[in-house]
């Protein structure tokens, strides 16, 4: 069942965090001492600083703090995303090591498996049949921009039209979107768990919210619900390998749609508006030429990765260089330091919609590369297309609000003030970009 698999390893970690600092070893030679701490709130809202002063020393640091080393290099965060074999995904890709059986949690050959069945879910076909619906719904939400001298990005566009997205895939009514979008944001706070009385307080409301969602999921299921043939699980049904596919084998997959598809394309599109705010000649570049979008994408993913990085445990020695990580070991895996990498990207602090990076790692890398990557680019394209149509500038009003995630960096709040491109002054003359 969904409930003692997802608490075993955030129980064992808050039982036994303290025996584990006690057996910590010595530190091998080659590993520099840093005092960067992923979990620090200073420091999630504004990591960058500290990237490059990581990004500028050796392949592999190590915070005695928090018992864990840390791998910033690119070439060191890919070659370590495609050593499934050696740095485990089982014991936890958040700090406080949440184990669940799902594509983001197993190992291979299990994963392959898993891969397998969730891979139809996914087709072109698939994304073709959703892209009127995510086209229509990014109208909209872009037209809502409008309906106000000052707007907020996150709370109008950013949140409710991934959610939207996900509602409609997963066949969820709109009834339902509010519950739904409430059960993310309780979800995600899940990777803020530790052994203070708030990581706890976090614990326990994400607990509580996946068994709502459960709960709720596993009643549509009884009623024959969610498994339309246009929906994913509906196509996960029709399409499955291996027998038929059990509830709770369902649920995990709609629950990571939940968290991992959900609050990371919420994190892409509000910082869009951000990075275009402050770089308003890539803003003029994009309307002089619009044909330039996917690379913009890309580039954004690469200029703020939603998700910062990654856990990882060493089955075994992992050499990195000349330095040997002991066996046991957390690994922090950096996707925001190692796409700021000045040896893989030049002039990497510069967000340039020409450079189309498809070499970024905010997708992740090897088998664990992000299921739904090209859902969420739909999602960015189509957004990107209705910004460059209709807005001429964009005007951040106050200071942004950044949420304190240690893994899913994204706004908490963004009030911009914009400026219509086209001669139209009604949010109804918002239109297909593709017309």
């Not at 620090?40 to 990004?55: F, N, Q, S, V």
């Not at 864990?68 to 965060?77: D, R």
């Not at 999602?379 to 005007?395: C, F, M």
């Amino acid at each position: 069942m969904y409930g003692p698999s997802l608490a075993t390893g955030f129980l064992d970690d808050m039982a036994n965090g303290v025996v584990r600092k006690a057996r910590r070893r010595p530190i091998p030679s080659g590993v520099q001492i840093t005092d960067f701490d992923p979990l620090d709130a200073e420091t999630t809202a504004d990591p960058y600083p500290h990237y490059r002063e990581l990004l500028a020393r050796g392949p592999v640091q190590y915070n005695p703090r928090r018992g864990i080393y840390i791998l910033s290099h690119y070439e060191h965060v890919r070659a370590g995303a495609r050593a499934s074999d050696v740095l485990s995904s089982a014991d936890g890709i958040s700090y406080n090591r949440m184990r669940s059986p799902s594509l983001l949690t197993v190992d291979p050959p299990r994963h392959t498996g898993m891969r397998k069945q969730a891979q139809p879910a996914f087709t072109r076909g698939a994304l073709e049949s959703w892209q009127a619906m995510v086209e229509q719904l990014a109208i909209d939400h872009t037209a809502a921009l409008f309906s106000h001298r000052q707007v907020d990005v996150v709370t109008t566009l950013a949140e409710p039209l991934p959610t939207a997205v996900i509602a409609h895939i997963l066949g969820i009514a709109g009834d339902d979107l509010a519950a739904f979008k409430a059960w993310s944001n309780e979800t995600v706070r899940l990777a803020n768990a530790n052994m203070s009385l708030s990581g706890l307080k976090q614990g326990i409301a994400g607990m509580r919210a996946i068994g709502h969602f459960h709960h709720y999921f596993t009643n549509k299921l009884r009623q024959g619900q969610l498994l339309d043939e246009h929906t994913v699980l509906g196509r996960l049904v029709a399409n499955a390998h291996s027998g038929k596919l059990s509830n709770d084998e369902l649920f995990f997959f709609a629950f990571l749609l939940l968290l991992a598809g959900n609050e990371t394309t919420t994190n892409m599109l509000g910082t869009l508006f951000l990075t275009l705010s402050n770089n308003p000649d890539q803003l003029r570049l994009l309307q002089d030429r619009p044909e330039l979008v996917p690379s913009a994408i890309e580039e954004q993913l690469r200029y703020f990765a939603p998700i910062q990085g990654l856990y990882r445990t060493a089955r075994v020695d992992y050499v990195v260089e000349k330095t040997t990580i002991p066996a046991g070991s957390r690994v922090l895996l950096l996707w925001g330091a190692a796409n700021r990498d000045p040896r893989q990207f030049d002039n990497p602090d510069e967000f340039r919609v020409e450079r189309n990076p498809t070499g970024h790692l905010s997708f992740g890398s090897g088998v664990h590369l992000c299921l739904g990557a090209q859902l969420a680019r739909l999602e960015g394209h189509t957004v990107l297309r209705q910004i460059v149509k209709h807005v001429d500038s964009i005007e951040v009003v106050g200071e942004p609000g950044w949420r304190t995630n240690p893994t899913l960096r994204g706004l908490a709040k963004l009030n911009v003030r914009l400026t219509r491109r086209d001669a139209a002054t009604d949010p109804a003359h918002l239109v297909d970009a593709h017309s």
